[in-house]
């Protein structure tokens, strides 16, 4: 597709954005903001028709131009214009609003230009800002070239804010230092969560607990120490006594911080990790709802994901109405996990019994990459099509459910679960004797539950 990043770009234009590239495109003389306004007035928003009205409003560009060649120059060139006044509006607008950012770069420009009292003049203030917004890598810059400005005289004043500036550098890297091994801890933790074979390669990196036990002193009171808490958790995921251990001192830490921003950030942290734990182990609707609502205004696709299956989930089990499909599509989620939007319309359509709507969703959902969303589609769709007596495709189903349990063994989280539904349908499926939602020694997940009582 020509255009695609000035396509992209155009679409994330905010109304105060497109307003300010409209003006700036009619108060100018140059016939490429002429052209350019002319594509943001005719532009619809979609995809398939953006490339037509382009190379439409374009044409003025190519004056006598026949060569094929020629004109693809000339459209390059506008594209890369284009994409950089939209660039400037955004640099322009996020630099207002950003001052620890200004102030950092004004620094800089003055540092280049060798004005070192006027580069300390906006140094200053970065480091002030970078306290009050607690960015460490803004902090540990103002720090560096404070140094570098203070030791190059040595007067007695000088060499008091140098021992002041030393003690702030020592800080900073016993800070980073933690930061960064509590975030390699914590991801190591989620990949052993994910897939425990894929995990095992990793084993070396993995702290002993007396590490970690000693890791959390040294940080007390501190985010580190929740993140280290709540990596320990996760470790402990599936041994319930252990987990509810890690969790109650993480939430008992939470207490201990100030900042805002952060404590908000590790609370939905825990609520979210609490919210998957619940899920596995078959709690009931309304609890995972309870343990969800934090993630309710989170940025994260998948915190939100989870809060919006807790809620459909809560609401089924209450026999109320369910959400829209359409209203599910307004949930802000990355690109790449759109996956996760859809399999939450087809839960919607699945149990409201709207099953041709459902099947076509779940036909989509059941391949992609995501284990359990893969799964747990594959299962819906072995409920709806054991309801309509479809054997012949049951079977299909049970093969390709086997192999992909198969291919997927390092996969704990819902696994026991969806394994036991599956046996359910297996056994309904041949037999037709044991009834669907017979107590098992495995407890189904609250989404399991759902999927078997359908009919």
Known sequence: MKGKSLFLLIGELNKAERHQLLNTCKRSGDKRHLVLYQLMKKHTGTKDTFEDVLFSVAKPLFGGEKDEKEKDKTMRRFIDFSLKEIEQIKLRNFLQEDQLLRHFLLSRIYESKGDASIERRYLERTGELSDQLHDRFMKAYYVDRMVDHTSRTHTKKEMKILQELLAEKNALIQKNYHAELARIYDLLSVLRFEDKELAEGLKGLVLEDDEVDMLIALSGGSPEEIDYLVARARFAFFEPAKFTAFIQRSLASLKK????????????????????????????????????????????????????????????????????????????????????????????????GEHSAAVKLLNQVSYVSNFQVSTWSRLMEFR????????????SLSGRLLRHFQGNKGKEF??????????????ELKVKSKKPGKKSATELCALHKAIVLQR
């Open 257 to 352: 911080i100030r900042d805002g921003r952060e404590k908000e950030r590790l609370n939905r942290k825990i609520s979210f990790l609490f919210c998957q734990h619940a899920f596995h182990f078959g709690e009931a609707p309304g609890k995972l709802l309870e343990y969800a609502q934090a993630l309710s205004s989170s940025l994260n696709g998948l915190e939100l994901f989870y809060f919006h299956l807790a809620r459909i989930l809560d609401l089924h089990s209450r026999k109320k109405p369910l959400p829209e499909p359409k209203e599910l599509s307004k949930i802000p989620m990355e690109p790449e996990n759109q996956f996760r939007i859809e399999f939450l319309q087809a839960l919607v359509y699945f149990l409201k």
């Open 384 to 395: 709806l099509h054991l309801n309509k007596g479809n054997l012949n495709l049951c079977d």
């Open 414 to 427: 819902t696994l026991s679960s969806s394994k036991e539904l599956f046996a359910l349908f297996q056994d």
